[in-house]
């Protein structure tokens, strides 16, 4: 019974303070890019926790980037960055988004 209740707390709490999330490609090769869309699926299901996804960079809480920073996509998540309300959250999803991956001795990426 106790356990049910706090689940319950849990379940609601988490439908209240529900986050937002925008997510952004940097250029990667998309590994990544499945594991988060597959979160989307029925089969985990974020939403009934709250987490939804967001087109909109005003509306979003939280972005997730994925593959690395490259010079071309600086521009477009700098601006996506500052037309995201505060509070706001970034979150690096892979290898290449923290450290730039198998591309990081390339030309064109900027790094993690």
Known sequence: ???DT????AYRWAQKKSLWVLHFNTGGC???????????TPRY???R???LA???PRHADVLLCTGPVTQQARDG???IYTQM?????????GSCSNTGGIFAESDTVLGG
Not at 6 to 9: E, N, V
């Open 85 to 93: 309300p505060s509070p706001k959250w970034v979150v690096a999803v």
């Open 77 to 79: 998540l700098w601006q």
């Open 6 to 9: 706090l689940i319950g707390k």
């Open 1 to 3: 019974m106790l356990l």
């Open 54 to 56: 967001e087109a909109s």
């Open 45 to 47: 299901d974020v939403e």
């Open 49 to 51: 926790l709250g987490i």
């Open 30 to 40: 998309n590994g990544c890019d499945i594991e988060i869309f597959d979160l989307l």
